[in-house]
């Protein structure tokens, strides 16, 4: 933690009502803290830019279970990448369909080429990559 | 699964080439497969909309756990919103950065809700809500 | 939490001895704490012995993904129990060895009947199910 | 994998029964396996009394979180111990209990210290620390 430093910033009053307005709906208690969450996640937005930036990030894979040969084709993109796959969490949301959350850390090239890999896989129904941060420096 | 039906699009050459190449780059070895997927993400945003909707969502937190407090601030978010928390997936990133991942399930609103009071509580260094499905009807 | 009512309890010397040798290893500052852990160990074993009895468990299971089918079967046994499996968390130990642990929840009879059915299954390593408790009343 | 060696076994006409009995009991529909699985037990079981093993284990742990301070103790003794600590899956069983299961990876002796310093902490209902195996060699 470092010292807090007071700046100022100029702002439009109208666009401030509306980020008055969004930041409580969104349960901040302070105007300060959402600017610092805003800079935080340019920052993380600006890592993952360089391919050799350190980065981690989570993927969300919703799929069936019963599409033949998934379940092999995922494990198998993620074991060749046992080294940046942390760990994977899954949910059995009902009979069919499974929630699969990886947890990745390692250059952003090599983090984004295994959530392409999956996100791409036939038979995903929804994937997404979440970027963000080792912590370290934020 | 239900019957392949083919329908054409009609697209600017030059949008088709920058698609075909986003694509590949991203992994996909068949063009109606990212189709399918960017009607399948749109399909998951509109799901979102509806606050009753009832819906799937992960949500990633980077945090310090020595900041006072913390730890046990978001543990009783979590704990009060039970129901809506299926599980939690923890990784130590180093000695004092944590990478937590929540999977939710519930409507649109309450996740949101969920989402919204973890990411602006004071000390997460980032946070992200990830929307997706219950895969049921996609 | 209830009150704290002091009993006596009688021990051969030695007994006591060895005991307080061994909670001394285990990183016990208290003895009181140390009894209270054994009693509540064998009030969970206990309630195992009822098959109707509400429980949670934890199976762990280390295998190697690339035995035939494998995978498919595993994900098939969770998915038929998806009312009992709350959430497994899968770690890629490395290229070739997968641990996946798994949460369960129901009555003991059914969480048994999982259990078995996954750690018998041709190409399991090594599989092992953990009894413990849901928390209420202990 | 290696070679198939077919080798005979004496016993017990008694012993057999019984023992036919109880693996059909646990889901076993060859008799081979489950001796199989004796030995691997056993043979995990062995790699652990050597302090200086390579081994994988997982601890659960299933505490009420309004103890005060019990969750910023748990989470100081992962983060002590994150080169130990690979992952923490966390379920909220209902608003006070929480389960917990860390998978470790290290020495014997590392990983049942931690595992150690988990379970004896005050305010945790029920722990144990379930053995098993790096998957390496078996």
């Known amino acids: 933690m470092s010292n807090l430093t007071r700046i100022g910033v100029a702002l439009d009053s109208d666009l401030l009502d509306k980020f008055d307005q969004h930041i409580a709906k969104r349960g901040y208690t302070n105007r300060s803290e959402a600017f610092r969450d805003l800079i935080r996640d340019e920052l993380v937005e600006q890592t993952w830019e360089r391919p050799t930036s350190k980065v981690v990030g989570t993927v969300t894979l919703v799929y069936d279970h019963h599409v033949r040969m998934l379940n092999e084709k995922l494990t ?13 969490l899954h949910v059995h949301l009902d009979h069919d369909n499974c929630l699969e959350v990886l947890v990745m850390r390692g250059t952003a090239e090599a983090v984004r080429r295994v959530a392409d890999a999956l996100i791409s896989t036939k038979g995903v129904k929804h994937g997404r990559l979440t970027i963000t941060t080792t912590g370290t420096g934020l």
Chains 1, 2, 3, 4 share one sequence.
């Open 76 to 88: 198998e993109i993620q074991h060749d990448a046992f080294h940046t796959v942390l760990s994977t």
